[in-house]
């Protein structure tokens, strides 16, 4: 009899390491790398969720604004091609984190969710974006006895916050998805669900182009200054010359070497199974098919495809001075645990099924886990980031609240604490890799084995990091 770790090396043995998203598309012609020089009245940085929200935010505000948008690579070649893409109403990354991070101001940061949830699906409707948007909701559910106060904790910030929440118990979360590991749950069941990002991301892209944004594909950021009245960006072949810079770099941090003592890549790690069959289907339950993610203090997220696969997420990884592409992460090796927790999770499966796809990649990792602010020569260039979770609705708000800094917009976002303070610093290399080996090793084995882990994970929250993702 093969052991759990003999299997996934069988399960993988076939898997393509790239993101599925992406790679289950038609492929589009690449856009014009700039080669002249210009001007704009707003250039942004990026060309992932963050940036393309912006682009057509402000071209929506002022359809006679000049935006030019730059990307280094392709469009959403980063974090914007590979999400789990489960869509929550929270803009700072879960309610529990809002409670943490800005305990005073919750009702409205709840409120500014749901509004930006609204205008997320106005935006679809408006511009007939087809991405395999479904609003089955969302479910945080309890791995055995341990995470039964998180689902309690959590449903209680629900009700107080004004959300449909239900409680489940053991029977009815078994009902909902089979697996022997759940023991309660709590589901968020409106104004949020999954979504195909890969398509979105396509969609967004076209608007923005529609608009009248000029968009250059493999233009990277190399260096800005600022000038009297504009800020010069330079990139390979050319100077751009713009009024104001919007920076939608997140986990890359390009724009300002300041950025990063602020957000570190710190990686994800994803696998999906090849599509299910009615059988399997049938025996995992799982009609609902809401996006789902588990107490486990090395967390692990899942959801349904829109052809029956299984996305399963989790597993982070550092690698030292923020490599964002290491080769290793094209191998099996870093997703033979990822794919050990999905047998805990699914061992009904285990025996029969295969991963399509694989991959990894950085997502940007502050204190608060949650969109902030850096604003740089005299508020005219500001980043946007910080994104680690929910950034496929939440990038739509950063980005309007971000243009609106830069506009010197008097609307009261700009005057909550999120946008008007910063996370706290993050030490440089090496101490931030020994930091960070240290507590992945602390992540994978503390459920298991307790002791010094759970202390040490303990001690790197009250630093202000809340690492369980």
Known sequence: MLNDRELAEIALDSTRFTTFWLDSLSRVDGLSPLNHDTQCDLLIVGGGFCGLWGAIQAKEKDANRDVVLIEAQSIANGASGRPAAIMSTSVMHGIDNTERMFPGEVFELEKLGQENIKGFQETLQRYNIDCDVEWSGEMKVSVGDQGLSAIEEDHELYCKYGHDAVKLDKSQVQEEIHSPVFHAGVWSKKQSGTIHPGKLVRGLRQVAIDLGVRVHEFTPHLSNQQQHDHIEVTTPRAVIKANKVLLATNAWGAGHKRIKTKVSAIRDRIVVTQPLT???????????????????????????????????????????????????????????????????????????????????????????????????????????????????????????????????????????????????????????????????????????????????VKIVQKMGFPITL
């Open 278 to 456: 009615p059988a399997q289907m049938d025996a995992i339950g799982w009609k609902n098919r809401q996006g789902i993610y588990d107490t486990r203090t090395q967390l692990n997220y899942m959801r349904l495809t829109k052809d029956n696969r299984i996305l399963f997420g989790g597993r982070l990884g550092y690698f030292f001075g923020n490599n964002t592409d290491p080769a290793y992460d094209k191998t099996s090796a870093p997703y033979i645990r990822l794919v050990q927790s999905f047998y805990s999770t699914f061992p009904q499966l285990k025996y029969d099924i295969r991963f399509s796809h694989a991959w990894s990649g950085p997502i940007g990792l502050s204190t608060r886990m949650a969109v902030h602010y850096q604003r740089y020569h005299d508020g005219n260039m500001v980043f946007a980031g910080g994104y680690s979770g929910f950034g496929v609705t939440a990038t739509r708000f950063g980005a309007r609240v971000g243009l609106a800094i830069l506009d010197g917009d008097d609307i009261p976002e700009t005057k909550l604490t999120f946008a008007t303070s910063e996370p706290n610093y993050i030490p440089p290399e090496p101490f931030r890799w020994l930091g960070a080996k240290i507590t992945m090793y602390a992540l994978d084995s503390a459920d298991e084995k307790g002791g010094w882990r759970k202390l040490w």
